[in-house]
Protein backbone atom coordinates (compact mmCIF):
# COMPACT_ATOMS: atom_id res chain seq x y z
CA UNK A 1 0.00 0.00 0.00
CA UNK A 2 0.78 3.48 -0.66
CA UNK A 3 2.45 5.54 2.25
CA UNK A 4 -0.53 8.05 2.94
CA UNK A 5 0.83 11.82 2.93
CA UNK A 6 -0.05 13.74 6.22
CA UNK A 7 1.02 17.76 5.55
CA UNK A 8 -0.32 20.92 7.65
CA UNK A 9 -2.34 22.85 5.99
CA UNK A 10 -0.48 25.68 5.37
CA UNK A 11 2.37 23.49 4.11
CA UNK A 12 -0.41 22.36 1.42
CA UNK A 13 -1.16 26.12 1.07
CA UNK A 14 2.71 27.04 0.19
CA UNK A 15 2.38 24.16 -2.31
CA UNK A 16 -0.72 24.31 -4.16
CA UNK A 17 -2.59 27.18 -6.10
CA UNK A 18 -5.17 29.02 -4.43
CA UNK A 19 -7.82 26.77 -7.19
CA UNK A 20 -6.00 23.54 -6.21
CA UNK A 21 -5.95 24.59 -2.60
CA UNK A 22 -9.92 25.10 -2.42
CA UNK A 23 -10.71 22.07 -4.33
CA UNK A 24 -8.00 19.63 -3.15
CA UNK A 25 -8.12 20.70 0.72
CA UNK A 26 -11.62 22.20 1.05
CA UNK A 27 -13.49 19.97 -1.14
CA UNK A 28 -14.58 23.02 -3.37
CA UNK A 29 -15.67 22.49 -7.20
CA UNK A 30 -14.76 24.32 -10.44
CA UNK A 31 -17.37 25.62 -12.53
CA UNK A 32 -18.59 23.55 -15.59
CA UNK A 33 -16.85 23.55 -18.82
CA UNK A 34 -13.87 26.22 -17.03
CA UNK A 35 -11.39 23.29 -16.08
CA UNK A 36 -8.21 22.96 -18.42
CA UNK A 37 -8.79 18.89 -18.75
CA UNK A 38 -12.98 19.50 -19.42
CA UNK A 39 -12.65 19.01 -23.13
CA UNK A 40 -8.57 17.48 -23.29
CA UNK A 41 -8.08 14.60 -25.93
CA UNK A 42 -4.76 14.39 -24.97
CA UNK A 43 -2.75 10.76 -24.80
CA UNK A 44 -1.47 10.12 -20.61
CA UNK A 45 -1.65 9.63 -17.31
CA UNK A 46 -3.86 11.95 -14.91
CA UNK A 47 -2.28 12.51 -11.70
CA UNK A 48 -2.97 14.46 -8.57
CA UNK A 49 -1.67 17.93 -8.64
CA UNK A 50 -1.09 17.26 -4.79
CA UNK A 51 1.22 14.35 -4.62
CA UNK A 52 1.21 12.98 -8.40
CA UNK A 53 -0.14 9.79 -7.84
CA UNK A 54 -1.74 8.00 -10.66
CA UNK A 55 -5.17 8.38 -10.59
CA UNK A 56 -6.46 7.80 -14.50
CA UNK A 57 -5.52 7.64 -18.05
CA UNK A 58 -6.86 9.40 -21.19
CA UNK A 59 -7.95 5.79 -22.14
CA UNK A 60 -10.99 5.62 -19.81
CA UNK A 61 -11.60 9.26 -20.24
CA UNK A 62 -15.01 10.15 -21.52
CA UNK A 63 -16.91 13.40 -23.23
CA UNK A 64 -19.76 13.13 -20.32
CA UNK A 65 -21.39 16.54 -21.70
CA UNK A 66 -21.39 17.45 -17.59
CA UNK A 67 -18.09 19.82 -18.17
CA UNK A 68 -15.76 18.33 -16.11
CA UNK A 69 -13.49 15.70 -16.95
CA UNK A 70 -14.78 12.31 -16.50
CA UNK A 71 -13.98 9.06 -16.66
CA UNK A 72 -15.45 5.06 -16.45
CA UNK A 73 -12.47 4.02 -14.48
CA UNK A 74 -9.54 4.76 -12.07
CA UNK A 75 -6.07 3.30 -12.87
CA UNK A 76 -6.86 0.75 -9.79
CA UNK A 77 -8.43 0.44 -6.56
CA UNK A 78 -5.58 1.44 -4.83
CA UNK A 79 -5.70 5.53 -6.59
CA UNK A 80 -8.85 6.44 -4.94
CA UNK A 81 -11.33 5.84 -2.03
CA UNK A 82 -14.86 7.57 -1.50
CA UNK A 83 -16.85 8.56 1.24
CA UNK A 84 -20.24 9.53 1.39
CA UNK A 85 -21.39 13.40 0.62
CA UNK A 86 -24.75 14.65 1.92
CA UNK A 87 -23.75 18.36 1.43
CA UNK A 88 -26.21 20.54 -0.49
CA UNK A 89 -29.42 18.88 -0.59
CA UNK A 90 -27.72 15.79 -2.07
CA UNK A 91 -26.29 12.48 -2.04
CA UNK A 92 -23.40 11.56 -3.64
CA UNK A 93 -20.19 9.93 -3.06
CA UNK A 94 -17.26 12.09 -3.39
CA UNK A 95 -13.33 10.64 -4.64
CA UNK A 96 -10.67 11.04 -2.75
CA UNK A 97 -6.76 10.68 -3.83
CA UNK A 98 -6.12 7.72 -1.49
CA UNK A 99 -2.46 8.71 -0.81
CA UNK A 100 -2.57 12.48 0.12
CA UNK A 101 -6.77 12.99 1.21
CA UNK A 102 -7.58 15.58 -1.76
CA UNK A 103 -10.94 15.57 -2.65
CA UNK A 104 -11.18 14.84 -6.34
CA UNK A 105 -14.56 14.94 -7.34
CA UNK A 106 -17.67 12.51 -7.15
CA UNK A 107 -18.54 9.31 -8.78
CA UNK A 108 -22.01 8.52 -10.80
CA UNK A 109 -23.56 5.31 -11.36
CA UNK A 110 -24.48 6.78 -15.04
CA UNK A 111 -21.06 6.30 -17.00
CA UNK A 112 -20.34 3.97 -19.80
CA UNK A 113 -19.69 0.62 -20.25
CA UNK A 114 -17.97 -1.88 -19.02
CA UNK A 115 -18.24 -0.33 -15.46
CA UNK A 116 -21.31 1.76 -15.80
CA UNK A 117 -19.50 5.05 -13.67
CA UNK A 118 -18.65 7.99 -14.39
CA UNK A 119 -15.67 9.84 -12.44
CA UNK A 120 -16.57 13.43 -12.88
CA UNK A 121 -13.26 15.13 -11.51
CA UNK A 122 -12.34 18.93 -11.15
CA UNK A 123 -9.54 19.72 -13.65
CA UNK A 124 -7.67 21.53 -10.55
CA UNK A 125 -7.22 17.87 -9.17
CA UNK A 126 -5.35 16.64 -11.80
CA UNK A 127 -1.97 17.28 -13.67
CA UNK A 128 -1.83 15.57 -17.31
CA UNK A 129 1.80 13.64 -18.03
CA UNK A 130 1.48 13.60 -21.75
CA UNK A 131 2.53 9.94 -23.48
CA UNK A 132 2.41 8.91 -26.91
CA UNK A 133 -0.77 6.82 -28.10
Known sequence: MTEKINKPEQQWRDEL???????LRQHGTEP???GKYHDCKTHGT???SGCGEPLFTSET???SGSGWPSYWQP???KAIETTEDNSHG?????????KCGGHLGHVFPDGPQPTGLRYCINSASLELKETKP
Not at 17 to 23: G, H, L
Open 32 to 34: AFT
Open 46 to 48: YVC
Open 17 to 23: SDEQFRV
Open 90 to 98: MHRVEVHCK
Open 61 to 63: KFD
Open 75 to 77: MND
